[in-house]
């Protein structure tokens, strides 16, 4: 981890991309759906709200 953040290996300047070790990994298609993202971000803000 410390390598990818250090920017070691050719990762400088690199942003918004996933990793899996040292290499680079594809999105999962459940990430790239906008909808279950908005619904987890709701429900992430319920959960965790204050009473």
Known sequence: MLRLVAGAGGTAGV????????????????????????RLWELSERL????
Do not use: M, N, S, W
């Not at 990793?19 to 993202?37: C, K, N, S």
């Not at 965790?48 to 009473?51: D, K, L, S, Y």
């Open 48 to 51: 965790t709200a204050r009473p």
């Open 15 to 38: 942003t918004g991309r996933l990793f899996e070790g040292l290499r680079e990994a594809a999105l999962d298609p459940h990430a790239a759906d906008v909808d279950a993202r908005r």
